[in-house]
């Protein structure tokens, strides 16, 4: 529709490209009057009215299109807090800015004749003003002297623009929306990744943590024995002592190899981890079996090893290796730190629907309280039993692992003097 506009635009020659792509999509070319404060750099097609001081419009902005069948008045008023913008921001919102900040504007728009009217008024005082002033603006000038006939406002809006703009409003929320979800993606993907790089952090530093602590342990018995076989040699060595020193040496060695043993029982577990197949597995089938090969151990000890496993169990959810291996590492541990004429129960009952509880109860030496958070950590030693040689410290973190990797649980009550009762809960199969 053609249109005769009378506009005062934010800084920024952004605001007039639409002027300029409506003036020339009308034929003939409508006549666009910018009310600006200095007329240089000012496009050939516009014609400028030079804003006056009386009147100085500061932060406050328009857009007044009057013809035989539209009328509007679209005004903004820009707040004192202005909004950064960044860098990524893109050419047609910052381009031409001379800040670092947009203004925020509030924008109204109206189609009733009486309130354009009303402002049309203003604008004739603005430019009364604005010809006084600076005389030599024969736009200015012209326009004053034509101001009654061109302003003939329509009793009735057309309803085309009304059409536009419902249209243009829900393209425009369409657009809100599609950057929104947009915005939730890009948000999730980052977050996501920051998960992943903190879990992929924390891998890396647990490797780093457990080989450092590795090479310690495997220090330690090769400086025993690196200290023992210079001492073999001596020739004013006694016999007992040198068998001492081969005793130390044996023990050092048997501690070494049971150490890579457990280790790489460690990396194997991880390497197994994605091909293990959990399938159904009845302990009645596993138990029993586990608990007679102990029985020559307790008996030797004088320890007492009994069991009690219903055959009417559910099966549970973890491969069969894993369930002898947990089984084994708590069983034999219970049996290493119970004295003589001591007890080792094992027991299986279910708990709740979704697990079936084992439980390995002795009557050993027990573990101080403040050491139970730590017993399923790497190399950790604490109790020891009198005359037992010292372990690596990696049963009870194997059998925590595999826990872990079958989504089992487990957990230990014990005291001193008193005895240890593990907990080992595996999973349902379903």
């Not at 280790?263 to 079996?289: K, S």
């Not at 219970?334 to 279910?350: A, D, K, M």
Request: glycine share 6%; charged share 20%.
């Amino acid at each position: 529709m053609p249109v005769t506009l009378f506009a005062k635009l934010p800084r920024g020659k952004s605001w007039w490209i639409d002027f300029q792509h409506y003036r020339q999509a009308i034929n003939p070319a409508p006549d666009v009057f910018l009310w600006v404060r200095e007329t240089t750099n000012i496009p050939a097609w516009q014609q400028p009215i030079l804003i006056p001081d009386v009147s100085p419009m500061q932060g406050e902005y328009f857009v007044v299109g009057v013809s035989e069948t539209v009328a509007f008045w679209l005004h903004g008023d820009r707040e004192e807090t202005p909004v950064s913008v960044s860098d990524d921001e893109s050419e047609a919102t910052v381009a031409g800015a001379e800040d670092e900040t947009l203004p925020v504007v509030n924008y109204r728009l109206t189609f009733q004749p009486e309130l354009i009217q009303d402002f049309l008024g203003t604008l004739e005082q603005s430019l009364t003003s604005s010809v006084q002033q600076q005389p030599e603006q024969p736009v200015a000038t012209a326009l004053l002297a034509d101001w009654s006939d061109r302003l003939c406002l329509p009793e009735q809006c057309h309803p085309a623009i009304f059409d536009a703009i419902a249209q243009h409003a829900g393209s425009h929320q369409e657009r809100l929306q599609r950057q929104a979800r947009s915005y939730r993606r890009q948000a999730m993907t980052a977050s996501s990744l920051s998960t992943e790089n903190e879990s992929l952090m924390n891998t890396l530093r647990l490797k780093d943590d457990f080989l450092n602590t590795v090479g310690q342990e495997l220090r330690t018995p090769l400086s025993s024995i690196k200290t023992a076989l210079p001492l073999l040699s001596s020739p004013n060595l006694k016999a007992p002592q040198r068998q001492r020193y081969l005793d130390m040496i044996s023990r050092e060695c048997d501690r070494q190899v049971d150490l890579i043993n457990g280790v790489l029982e460690l990396l194997q577990i991880e390497r197994t981890v994605m091909t293990a197949q959990p399938e159904p597995v009845n302990l009645f089938d596993i138990l029993p079996g586990v608990v007679s090969t102990y029985q020559p151990l307790a008996q030797e000890k004088g320890i007492r090893l009994a069991y009690t496993v219903p055959n009417n169990l559910p099966a549970i959810c973890c491969p069969e290796s894993w369930v002898r291996q947990i089984v084994i590492q708590l069983l034999s541990n219970s049996i290493r730190f119970t004295p003589p004429g001591g007890e080792v129960w094992v027991t299986v009952q279910p708990d709740n629907d979704e697990f079936l509880a084992i439980s390995i109860k002795d009557t050993g030496i027990g573990i101080p309280h403040n050491e139970l958070p730590h017993v399923f950590e790497h190399f950790y030693q604490g109790r020891q039993a009198s005359g037992e040689e010292q372990g690596v410290g990696l049963g009870l973190a194997i059998v925590h692992q595999l826990l872990v990797y079958c989504d089992g649980q487990v957990s230990v009550e014990s005291q001193p003097d008193v005895g240890t009762h593990f907990t080992v809960k595996l999973p349902l199969h379903h």
